[in-house]
């Protein structure tokens, strides 16, 4: 039997989740970007963080490649590093929402049951699922890093939408075609939702 979780306490925090975000002028929340890769997700939460900044709200990006650069360094691309890799970026979406930070996630998360269980690490509202949709043969052509040539080529191996699955959300809060809208009409659809949730101002 393992004891890497024992003998662990939960510390309450003297600075309530309330305090936070009265403070900061907004509530906090996770706003969960999914997609194929180079459907616009890094690009989408990039163009929202800016926005929020400069209404003067608290705001972070979770990009994939960063995270791997140093939290989830010792994952691949298995099935099981994917649902792992998730399941940290859930864990520390949480964290964010309840300092009262608006946080988005720029990860392909590609399994349905690993996005539901970073969901269900939250209260009721607080996560917010965005389908970045674009076809296949949208992302190839724009392939930012190359990885689509590289999959086709055989060079990488379970490529999420060539050899690897992608399965897309059944009821996400919103979905921006990447495909047929600019990113300042996938932007504003976005910051509507927040407006009319009452995250942020109007």
Not at 49 to 73: E, I, M, P, Q
Not at 135 to 155: F, N, S, T
Request: glycine residues 10%.
């Amino acid at each position: 039997m393992s004891d890497k979780a024992s003998n662990v306490t939960w510390h309450e925090q003297t600075v309530s989740r309330e305090e936070r975000e009265r403070l900061g002028g907004h509530r906090g929340c996770t706003i969960w970007f999914t997609g194929l890769s180079g459907s616009g997700k890094s690009t989408l939460a990039n163009a929202l963080d800016a926005h929020l900044t400069l209404l003067g709200y608290r705001s972070y990006v979770l990009y994939g490649d960063n995270v791997r650069h140093g939290l989830n360094k010792d994952l691949g691309f298995s099935p099981e590093d994917r649902t792992e890799n998730i399941r940290r970026i859930g864990e520390v979406a949480a964290l964010f929402t309840h300092a009262g930070i608006i946080n988005a996630t720029a990860f392909i998360s590609p399994y349905r049951a690993d996005r539901d269980a970073s969901r269900a690490m939250q209260e009721e509202g607080d996560f917010i699922e965005v389908h970045v949709h674009a076809p296949l043969d949208v992302c190839e052509e724009r392939d930012p890093k190359g990885l689509y040539k590289k999959a086709r080529a055989g060079i990488i191996k379970q490529f999420t939408g060539i050899d690897a699955p992608y399965e897309a959300p059944e009821a996400p809060e919103i979905v921006v075609h990447t495909g047929e809208q600019d990113v300042q009409a996938c932007l504003q659809q976005i910051v509507s939702y927040l407006q009319g949730r009452g995250i942020i101002g109007k």
